[in-house]
């Protein structure tokens, strides 16, 4: 069965799969920024700034030169902003602890920030053609569906099992990217197309209804919401801004009775490296990192022209 499901599976992704500009670059460089870029966030969205992102920073050694500012900026509207600055860490490290080649090994790519276990594996896969398995909740969910049933749940080292063992080592890019594929396009969670599904002679849960709608969170006025408004508001100012100048640019009915709050906000947001706060002159002033300078010299080079 698994030769058969492997098959199928590769041959439906040679006719289907989307034209992805990630997917016309082997660069482990290029792959990096594209999965880190995919995390929480949908590939359509994704791929203007991946383009103009690489466009800007096409190596490690000129995002690892850029400011953090420049780097957050240039991510703006993309969301879940500290992914811009592991990405920028990332980069960093790189260039000081290995000469700017992204690692070739799982676990020293484990060690640079914001890459786990899945993004070690797509960036061994795609960027340096190892045969490697590895998974994130659409994979998992495909593997289950196709071999296990609808209703089995797996720990992760039982999925770290299954996947390796029905990766064919030979076929390890297509493969995975296969997987992606399908559970982005066929395999969804609530309402799978099964019937466009080229394994569904051999899946074991075809037909199934799919997992039951989970109830969202509201955004608008949550925390992650207001902490977007404040990495927005600063974007177009590079000299910062007032604490109370932040708060009426990121709500309307916001009042120095609301001071307390917005200072709970930006401190975590500068213990994460996303903002810089500090008293001048007397007043409260919020900026990005770096000012808006760049140019930040890394790993003992000539900056870029």
């Given at each position: 069965?698994?030769?058969?499901?492997q098959?199928?599976?590769?041959e439906?992704?040679?006719?289907?799969?989307?034209?992805?500009?990630?997917?016309?670059?082997?660069?482990?460089?290029?792959?990096?920024?594209?999965?880190?870029?995919?995390?929480?966030?949908?590939?359509?969205?994704v791929?203007?700034?991946?383009?103009?992102?690489?466009?800007?920073?096409?190596?490690?050694?000129?995002?690892?030169?850029?400011?953090?500012?420049?780097?957050?900026?240039?991510?703006?509207?993309?969301?879940?902003?500290?992914?811009?600055?592991?990405?920028?860490r990332?980069?960093?490290?790189?260039?000081?602890?290995?000469?700017?080649a992204?690692?070739?090994?799982?676990?020293?790519?484990?060690?640079?920030?914001?890459?786990?276990r899945?993004?070690?594996?797509?960036?061994?896969?795609?960027?340096?053609?190892?045969p490697?398995?590895?998974?994130?909740?659409?994979?998992?969910?495909?593997?289950?569906?196709?071999?296990?049933?609808?209703?089995?749940?797996?720990?992760?080292?039982?999925?770290?099992?299954?996947?390796?063992?029905?990766?064919?080592?030979?076929?390890?890019?297509?493969?995975?990217?296969?997987?992606?594929?399908?559970?982005?396009?066929?395999?969804?969670?609530?309402?799978?197309?099964?019937?466009?599904?080229?394994?569904?002679?051999?899946?074991?849960?075809?037909?199934t209804?799919?997992?039951?709608?989970?109830?969202?969170?509201?955004?608008?006025?949550?925390?992650?919401?207001?902490?977007?408004?404040?990495?927005?508001?600063?974007?177009?100012?590079?000299?910062?801004?007032?604490?109370?100048?932040?708060?009426?640019?990121?709500?309307?009915?916001?009042?120095?009775?609301?001071?307390?709050?917005?200072?709970?906000?930006?401190?975590?947001?500068?213990?994460?490296?996303?903002?810089?706060?500090?008293?001048?002159?007397?007043?409260?002033?919020?900026?990005?990192?770096?000012?808006?300078?760049?140019?930040?010299?890394?790993?003992?080079?000539?900056s870029?022209?």
């Amino acid at each position: 069965m698994i030769a058969e499901v492997q098959e199928r599976l590769i041959e439906w992704y040679r006719r289907e799969a989307r034209d992805l500009p990630w997917r016309r670059t082997h660069d482990p460089y290029h792959i990096f920024v594209s999965e880190v870029m995919l995390q929480q966030t949908q590939v359509e969205r994704v791929i203007p700034y991946y383009e103009r992102f690489i466009a800007r920073f096409p190596t490690v050694e000129s995002l690892a030169r850029a400011s953090l500012a420049e780097v957050i900026r240039l991510w703006g509207g993309l969301g879940y902003n500290r992914r811009a600055v592991y990405l920028w860490r990332a980069a960093r490290e790189v260039m000081e602890r290995y000469g700017g080649a992204i690692p070739k090994d799982r676990r020293e790519l484990q060690r640079l920030p914001g890459i786990g276990r899945y993004t070690a594996g797509a960036v061994l896969c795609f960027g340096f053609g190892e045969p490697v398995a590895f998974w994130d909740t659409n994979i998992a969910r495909v593997l289950t569906r196709i071999f296990l049933g609808p209703e089995v749940r797996l720990t992760s080292r039982e999925l770290d099992q299954l996947a390796e063992s029905v990766l064919p080592p030979d076929r390890a890019y297509e493969w995975n990217q296969a997987l992606m594929e399908l559970g982005a396009r066929v395999c969804l969670a609530r309402r799978p197309r099964c019937g466009d599904c080229p394994v569904r002679g051999l899946c074991r849960s075809v037909g199934t209804t799919g997992e039951p709608r989970r109830r969202s969170e509201r955004f608008t006025g949550s925390r992650r919401y207001y902490r977007g408004r404040i990495i927005e508001a600063l974007r177009g100012r590079w000299g910062g801004m007032r604490l109370d100048e932040l708060g009426w640019a990121i709500r309307e009915d916001y009042t120095p009775a609301h001071r307390a709050w917005l200072e709970r906000l930006v401190t975590d947001l500068a213990r994460e490296g996303l903002v810089e706060a500090a008293e001048e002159r007397g007043e409260y002033v919020v900026r990005l990192p770096g000012g808006g300078k760049t140019g930040d010299s890394c790993g003992g080079g000539t900056s870029e022209k």
